[in-house]
């Protein structure tokens, strides 16, 4: 290593101050935000809420101080198919409901996932990355499929959110300490030959963290009364219905839905299937899997099924060029490379492989933009409440889809018959820590 030195610090401020620019960004950052200074005000005409397929939806969710976007989003795909069939102007499904089986799951999940590293080093790094992530409120689609499949839904009414339930932070921070304790406990145990007392700490951390999320977001429904008022003003009330019942009634088979992802990376070739290892929640649920096509044909399966008056769940890095207030994510809305005087642009193969790019955030698609056929900007509804953005609903620009999507799930009939083989092949899989698993 190389140390910097005391003339070389000399000759970058002499070159600094030879360049009048940045005096007068200097001061003018000096009292106004960067973004702000970067702001490309001529981009605004490209960004207005009118598009060519606009999808009517019903009014935004809100995730709150939680990661529970994935759910929503999964939720928010259901409840139009339930609207649609009873004509009803507003409706929410329980995303405390979906939430509380997905925390369960997933703490079985680890419980379970423990098991393969009860003897290795304790600095194997898959075991690291295990006990690093613990259990968080991110997931993948093939994970909200597997808790749908299993548990059903039911509406919100059955099981109103909490406290915990839209703050999760502490909730997790406090299972997680029981699940690392966990993990100590049991390689302690299997190194000193003790595998009855581990079996028995194992039964006991599921039977605590049970009480704790029951503690936290209630006790889920085994059945409830679903009451509705159509727009026409007729009360319908349907008694005793169960939550799986209630998912089978609404006429969708989400395992005929694939996550097409945008991946264009070395060590993944298109037209092929991946699986992230240690990734997922209902042990023995679907499995994740992705098949990764080049980023305009993801662009075309989420058209056709939008010109199917269908909704698309999404996945994109929503860190990048947005502005919560108008909500817009438009890359060519900020300009910091000229304001800065520096180069700043990396591919999306290069922001995946050196960590600056991952999925982030879930919502749907809505609506797009379409001139001759082609894309200029589509319409999202987010799960962020509805006092950001056009009552919630947002607006990316087609040339930062194209940078910052990363995923989209489609109904299988839109593939073609080798993507669709693709798919159905067994998945290569891919390290724990692979950003195709961000969201989770």
């Avoid at 005096?23 to 003018?28: A, C, E, G, Y």
């Avoid at 704790?212 to 003003?233: H, I, R």
């Avoid at 997922?280 to 044909?297: S, T």
């Avoid at 509804?381 to 995923?407: P, R």
């Amino acid at each position: 290593m190389k140390a910097v030195s005391i003339n070389k610090i000399a000759s970058l401020e002499k070159d600094y101050q030879a360049n009048d620019i940045h005096k007068v960004v200097r001061r003018v950052l000096s009292k106004t935000s960067l973004d702000s200074v970067a702001y490309v005000n001529e981009a605004q005409a490209d960004t207005q809420f009118k598009f060519s397929i606009d999808i009517d939806t019903l009014p935004v969710t809100n995730q709150k101080a939680s990661g529970r976007c994935w759910l929503f989003a999964g939720l928010n795909v259901l409840r139009e198919l339930i609207a649609k069939k009873h004509q009803l102007k507003d409706f929410e499904l329980s995303q405390n409901y979906q939430a509380f089986w997905d925390k369960f799951e997933k703490i079985n999940y680890f419980l379970e996932s423990v098991e393969d590293f009860l003897t290795v080093d304790a600095d194997d790094r898959t075991l690291k990355h295990l006990l690093q992530q613990g259990i968080q409120d991110g997931g993948q689609w093939d994970m909200f499929v597997s808790l749908v499949l299993k548990y059903g839904v039911v509406p919100k009414e059955a099981m109103p959110e909490t406290h915990q339930s839209s703050n999760t932070a502490l909730m997790n921070r406090i299972i997680n300490i029981k699940l690392r304790k966990y993990a100590a406990e049991a390689r302690e145990c299997v190194k000193f030959g003790k595998h009855e007392l581990k079996e028995q700490l194992k039964a006991s951390v599921l039977k605590e963290l049970y009480a704790f999320l029951c503690d936290s977001f209630g006790l889920p429904p085994k059945a409830f009364t679903f009451e509705t008022v159509n727009k026409d003003n007729v009360y319908e009330r349907v008694e005793n219905v169960t939550p799986v019942e209630f998912y089978h009634q609404i006429g969708i088979d989400l395992e005929d839905y694939v996550s097409v992802i945008h991946a264009p990376t070395e060590d993944k070739p298109y037209m092929k299937s991946y699986t992230i290892d240690y990734l997922g929640n209902v042990v023995g649920g679907k499995e994740i899997k992705h098949l990764n096509l080049e980023m305009n044909r993801l662009v075309e399966l989420s058209i056709n099924q939008l010109k199917d008056r269908e909704i698309v769940w999404f996945g994109a890095d929503v860190a990048r060029d947005g502005d919560r207030e108008k909500g817009i994510w438009d890359d060519q809305a900020y300009d910091f490379e000229s304001i800065l005087q520096m180069p700043l642009k990396m591919t999306k193969a290069q922001r995946l492989d050196y960590l600056q790019g991952a999925m982030n955030h879930a919502m749907v698609i809505t609506g797009v933009n379409l001139v001759e056929g082609k894309p200029t900007k589509w319409k999202i509804e987010n799960s962020w409440g509805s006092d950001k953005g056009n009552k919630g609903y947002y607006l990316m620009s087609h040339t930062w889809f194209m940078e910052h999507t990363y995923q989209a799930v489609v109904h299988k009939k839109y593939l073609s018959k080798a993507e669709l083989a693709a798919y159905n092949q067994s998945p290569v899989r891919l390290k724990p820590w692979d950003p195709m698993g961000a969201l989770a």
